[in-house]
C-alpha cells in the first residue's frame, strides 16, 4: 500500500503562493489516481485538482488559473503549487494516492 506524506502547507497572506508536496512510499509513474483535496472547516472534503491521464489535469473552478499539479514520478512525488492565494482557500490539503488518503497540511491564507 502506498501511503502518501504531505508537507509545505502553512501561513500565507491573501495573494502569496505556497507549494505543497506529496511524497508517495511506493511508485506512483504507472497510475493516474493521484489528486489533491481539501476540507475547510464546516464543509465537505471537495477535490482541488487532479490527473486524468499521464499528462492531463482538471482542476475545481474555484482554483482553475491559480493552482498547478504536477508530479516527478521518479521521486515518487505530486506537488500543489498555489498561487494568487485567497482567505477562502484556507483548508487541509490532503494527496490521494492509488485510494489511500495522507494525513493532511493545514493552509491558512490571511486577508
Known amino acids: ?5 504531505e508537507s509545505g502547507g502553512g501561513l500565507v497572506q491573501a495573494g502569496g503562493s505556497l507549494r505543497l508536496s506529496c511524497a508517495a512510499s511506493g511508485s506512483i509513474a504507472s ?4 489528486a489533491w483535496y481539501r476540507q475547510a ?11 486524468t491521464s499521464r499528462i492531463s489535469t482538471d ?9 498547478t499539479i504536477s ?16 482567505p477562502e482557500d484556507t483548508a487541509v490539503y490532503y494527496c490521494y494516492v492509488l485510494g489511500v488518503w495522507g494525513q493532511g497540511t493545514q493552509v491558512t491564507v490571511s486577508s
Do not use: H
Open 59 to 67: 482542476y475545481a473552478d474555484s482554483v482553475k488559473g491559480r493552482f
Open 1 to 5: 500500500q502506498v501511503q502518501p506524506v
Open 31 to 34: 497510475t493516474n489516481a493521484v
Open 41 to 51: 472547516p464546516g464543509k465537505q472534503r471537495e477535490l482541488v485538482a487532479r490527473f
Open 71 to 86: 508530479r516527478d514520478n521518479a521521486k515518487n512525488t505530486v506537488f500543489l503549487q498555489m498561487n494568487s492565494l485567497k
